[in-house]
């Protein structure tokens, strides 16, 4: 990624529920800016499963390969969950994966638990060596001040570029039987899907086995993390993690309906965490949702979707509030539809006519457009006429303070 900035603690103060069998704690270590909680701890009762996606990018970093592999030695029962800032230790070699394994080693003394039950997470600068020092000299401080109530200052303490944490809680009941799920979230650049630059950590007290996790978290992250794009990177280090702590029962209905409920409340809260991030992406004064449909398939919508998104013509102009309409076009007729009749295209932005039939629409207003256009939120649906598949992405506009941001990252 670019600089980290500190974040500017003016949101309100999240309202998060605790889940029973998890504690977190929460210390400024100064990994990369002094006096900033920049070093969380997510520590877990015996017996908790977990489930984790992680990213897709080829050089994924030391903490990204290492959590595998610990996630693997330990049968999906990590008992503590390691994150910095202010560093990604991505691009590190051999000399990155010894840095997170000492942090492993100690954060594991610590706690009375094996290596292999820790796993890491970073995020940061790119290419620099981790202080694995200053994490291991904080880490007595951090195990031994976790608390079951410190979900919002986890939140604030996995930020880098983010003016504002972002967090949610869904309290929910199945069979007479009530459950709490609970996550946090981080990213507002490098946020693309496969993942994008971003950590999530979400927890539940639903009895849930590692597969039925796993089966769960995939399905919910396709289309919420799976969905959102800033500027169409794919960073080194993501990750979304999902445990269970299983410490409530679970109802005597059906095991099958059990799970699909739990479904219903995982999609909820990652829809809304993966938003969240897009609502701060860098620079950001414009979220908008790009809606395909008509297509022959959710991998053409999908296919058109990203282009309109990442076309850099098409973000400047929706941070003018330019109705440049002739640029969505553009990006529609180069995402590689096959056979795509443009003809049969219609666009509309908040539902104000934009173009059909290969041109400007008939009833095109470019006043009342450019007034909704002045809007922080705006819906794109484009209508590719030729089948009945449907998709969503997320995204915003490229603004003057994208560019400051990235520009200075490392300064």
Known sequence: MSDESPAAEKADELDLLPVNGVRLGVVAAGIRYPDRRDLVALMLDPGSTAAAVFTRNAFCAAPVQLARAHLKACDSQPRLLLVNTGNANAGTGASGLAAAQRCCDRAAELAGIRAEEVLPFSTGVIGEDLPDD????ALPTLVASAQSDHWADAAWGILTTDTRPKGASRRFEIDGES??????????GMLRPNMATMLAFLATDAPLTPAQLQTALAEAVE????RITVDGDTSTNDAVVLVSTGTARQGAGDARAFVSQFQTALDSLCLELALGLVRDGEGASRFVEIAVGGGASQEECLAVAFTVAHSPLVKTALFAGDPNWGRILAAIGRADVAKLDVNGVRITINELPIAERGARAAAYDEQAIAEVMAGRELVLHIDLGR??????VWTSDFSYDYVRINAEYRS
């Open 179 to 188: 459950y709490t799920l609970t996550g946090i979230a981080k990213g507002s």
């Open 223 to 226: 289309k919420s993390f799976h």
């Open 134 to 137: 200053v994490i291991r000299d």
């Open 387 to 392: 089948g009945h598949a449907r998709e969503r």
